[in-house]
């Protein structure tokens, strides 16, 4: 059974930091490109980065400016994002996942999310 399990969400004020942790089971996790998403209600999800499978390729999204750094441990089936330096603007749920894994009849894995909450 494929699954993913975010954590690491929070409050925090700005200027602070998190490490959210996307735990994976049930797929071949260091075969596939991991991604990193936010979502904030009633505007459309936004990518904030994703990983290669062995980790040596990684891009961001344009708001990230240096602050985020996604990372992988394809020994412990699983991805990390560190934000720092969060702004209030950064408040969103943020989930992990990949397009390209099939599960049942349909392609895309994800996690329900955690939440972050940057406060002013």
């Known amino acids: 059974q494929v699954q993913l399990v975010e954590s690491g969400g929070g409050l925090v004020q700005s200027g602070g930091s998190l490490r959210l942790s996307c735990v994976t089971s049930?797929?071949?996790?260091?075969?596939?490109?991991m991604y990193w998403y936010r979502q904030v209600p009633e505007k459309d999800r936004e990518l904030v980065a994703s990983?290669?499978?062995?980790?040596?390729?990684?891009t961001y999204g344009d708001f990230v400016k240096g602050r985020f750094t996604i990372s992988r441990d394809n020994v412990r089936n699983t991805m990390y994002l560190q934000m720092n330096n969060l702004k209030p603007e950064d408040t969103a749920v943020y989930s992990c996942?990949?397009?390209?894994?099939?599960?049942?009849?349909?392609?895309?894995?994800w996690g329900q999310g955690t939440q972050v909450t940057v406060s002013p």
């Open positions: 049930g797929f071949a996790f260091s075969s596939y490109t």
């Open positions: 996942g990949t397009p390209a894994v099939r599960v049942g009849y349909n392609y895309g894995a």
């Open positions: 990983i290669s499978r062995g980790g040596g390729t990684t």
